[in-house]
């Protein structure tokens, strides 16, 4: 089952001003955990971390109502 995505709008000026390759990178890696569950997920109260390529996308996932929301990027590596 799928997840729909939320990106809260203050992630959404950081996501937009990331290099372009940096970008897809947290895309993909939200978009393939929303679809198929894969991907690199730590938790870390009260919220999920997913690893993607340099970054972390602090993540809020709701599984009754199917969304996951996009908090925050944090550069990590």
Same mark, same amino acid.
């Not at 939200?30 to 938790?43: M, S």
């Not at 870390?44 to 996951?68: K, Y």
């Given at each position: 089952?799928? $997840?729909?995505?939320?990106?809260?709008?203050?992630?959404?000026a950081? $996501?937009y001003?990331?290099?372009?390759?940096?970008? $897809?990178?947290?895309?993909?890696?939200?978009?393939?955990?929303?679809?198929?569950?894969?991907?690199?997920?730590?938790?870390?109260?009260?919220?999920?971390?997913?690893?993607?390529? $340099?970054?972390?996308?602090?993540?809020?996932?709701?599984?009754?109502?199917?969304?996951?929301?996009?908090?925050?990027?944090?550069?990590?590596?």
């Amino acid at each position: 089952m799928s $997840f729909r995505v939320v990106w809260n709008f203050p992630v959404l000026a950081t $996501f937009y001003s990331l290099p372009m390759h940096s970008a $897809f990178m947290i895309d993909r890696a939200v978009v393939r955990f929303a679809e198929t569950g894969e991907g690199e997920l730590a938790w870390e109260a009260p919220h999920h971390l997913l690893s993607a390529g $340099f970054h972390d996308a602090v993540l809020a996932i709701d599984r009754e109502a199917r969304t996951i929301t996009v908090l925050r990027i944090y550069r990590v590596r």
